[in-house]
């Protein structure tokens, strides 16, 4: 059984299956012939494909993976369809931005984290399923002196194999959410793109400095390098963290050495 997914991504924490990191074009997106390509590979030495993850602006290139291209794959194939979208997925609240999601419709489960935007730590996740009983069915197990499932309206969390003793992160995000609204959301969301625009309108104007792709501004995130070789682009990163007055991040795209800016930050 093999996974499948954008080699833009970290490696899945799936040890119990052979994992195939899909090579991404020069955008550092996932296309659907590339993913296919792939499939058709490990059929031919006997392998089976079950599950492939989607990007939608994920750490650590933020880049977004062509959902629709993938999808059409995927159903053609039989596997689940996960789209795991990290942070950039607050964006999406604002429609100006949901053409990143076409094809969103296809997938079988949704994951983001409400960091950032949201207000929220790394230790709160949300996770959505098309179908419950799909996901937690082969986790499910009889207990006699537990109430039947049937009978309650809502999930029932034991059977989604979840600890159910870590801190109640989902009442803090609730109330992020009762006290911003949808209109809250959007405002904190388009100030990250204004200021994310602005800043990528000062790297574009000047001749010693390149940016691989614009879709991150949507996140409120710049990605540039300076032009030549990557040393350059380290030493530009280490002259800035010297002043102690920015967190900027390093990322790798395509062996291309770049600097992450949070729109937060400038």
Not at 143 to 164: E, G, I, T, W
Not at 168 to 174: A, I, Q
Not at 215 to 227: M, N, P, Q
């Amino acid at each position: 059984m093999v996974v499948y997914y954008s080699d833009q991504l970290a490696n899945m924490d799936m040890p119990a299956v052979r994992q195939h990191a899909v090579e991404s074009d020069r955008a550092g997106r996932m296309r659907g012939s590339a993913l296919a390509r792939a499939i058709r590979k490990d059929r031919r030495i006997g392998r089976i494909p079950i599950y492939v993850v989607v990007a939608l602006g994920a750490a650590p290139s933020y880049s977004f993976d062509c959902l629709d291209e993938v999808a059409e794959v995927a159903k053609k194939e039989n596997m689940w369809l996960h789209v795991y979208s990290d942070h950039a997925a607050t964006c999406f609240v604002c429609h100006d931005f949901r053409h990143f999601m076409k094809g969103i419709e296809h997938a079988d489960s949704f994951e983001f984290s409400p960091k950032g935007i949201l207000l929220r730590t790394r230790d709160c996740t949300c996770l959505w399923f098309k179908s419950q009983e799909r996901f937690s069915a082969p986790f499910s197990g009889p207990a006699p002196f537990v109430p039947s499932s049937k009978l309650r309206p809502n999930a029932d969390y034991r059977h989604f194999q979840l600890a159910q003793s870590r801190r109640f992160c989902s009442l803090v995000l609730w109330f992020v959410l009762r006290n911003y609204g949808v209109c809250g959301i959007q405002s904190l969301v388009r100030l990250r793109y204004e200021r994310a625009r602005r800043f990528a309108s000062f790297v574009k104007a000047d001749d010693r400095f390149d940016m691989p792709t614009t879709a991150t501004i949507a996140l409120g995130l710049v990605l540039f390098f300076v032009k030549g070789s990557n040393r350059r682009t380290e030493n530009l990163l280490e002259q800035i963290a010297a002043r102690h007055r920015y967190s900027l991040a390093s990322v790798e795209i395509n062996t291309q050495e770049m600097i992450l800016v949070d729109a937060s930050e400038v």
